[in-house]
């Protein structure tokens, strides 16, 4: 049995592909990172300190209203204490007047009405009395200095228009209108004056001092108790 003769492969046709000697070049993938979303810090950044601005400003203001309301109604209260001082001083000093008009008051005494007239100026001069000890002690429990020199006063009044009293109880009593006119002759308290214008000036300074501010008021001094 013969073999088949195998058929000889037919000649490259000049029109097929001539394969290639050199290997493909790797293929290389780069993967380029995506960007993140931008987030807009700066508005909120901005927001934040408008907020923290705002809040700064609205304490400030709140601090310097509440600044602004204590120091006026301590002013008021300032201003409060003072007209009362001042009246109270003005009481004493009236206190002190009353009993500069006893020297005149006892000469111009009723001579038809003796008894009722000792009795009414005695109650007179007692009340007076009875209110300078109460001003000697308000005073002095009030300011140190303006006590020392209402003190003084009372001392000098009852010392030179005490001695005038105790003299016009001494004379007779008016019966004639001639008589009511008592001059500097009979009655001199020209002696009070100095004692009179310490006072006043004690108690000006007084007053004006209670509007200062405390950290502009001087320490009060220690002064003496009330003169026997």
Do not use: C
């Not at 400003?57 to 209260?77: D, H, P, Q, Y």
């Not at 000697?136 to 006590?147: L, V």
């Not at 001695?163 to 008016?174: F, H, N, Q």
Request: aromatic share 6%.
């Amino acid at each position: 049995m013969t073999s088949p003769t195998p058929t000889p492969a037919a000649p490259a046709s000049p029109t097929d592909p001539i394969p290639s000697l050199v290997p493909p070049a790797a293929t290389t993938t780069s993967t380029t990172p995506t960007p993140a979303p931008a987030t807009n810090d700066a508005p909120a950044g901005s927001g934040g300190g408008l907020t923290t601005a705002v809040l700064s400003a609205a304490v400030v203001a709140a601090i310097v209203s509440g600044s602004i309301t204590t120091a006026l109604a301590r002013r008021a209260t300032r201003l409060e204490e003072r007209a009362r001082v001042r009246t109270t001083l003005a009481e004493a000093y009236q206190a002190y007047a009353d009993y500069k008009e006893f020297p005149y008051a006892i000469r111009r005494r009723r001579d038809d009405l003796d008894a009722e007239e000792r009795i009414r100026l005695s109650e007179e001069v007692r009340r007076v009395q009875s209110r300078l000890s109460f001003f000697q002690a308000w005073t002095r429990a009030e300011d140190p200095t303006t006590g020392a020199a209402y003190n003084d006063l009372v001392g000098q009044l009852r010392r030179v228009a005490g001695a005038s009293m105790r003299a016009a109880w001494l004379e007779p009593p008016l019966d004639n209108d001639a008589g009511m006119n008592i001059g500097p002759d009979r009655v001199d308290l020209s002696e009070l004056r100095t004692a009179e214008e310490a006072f006043l000036k004690a108690a000006e300074n007084h007053v004006q001092a209670l509007t200062r501010p405390w950290w502009r008021r001087s320490p009060k001094p220690a002064t003496a108790g009330p003169q026997e």
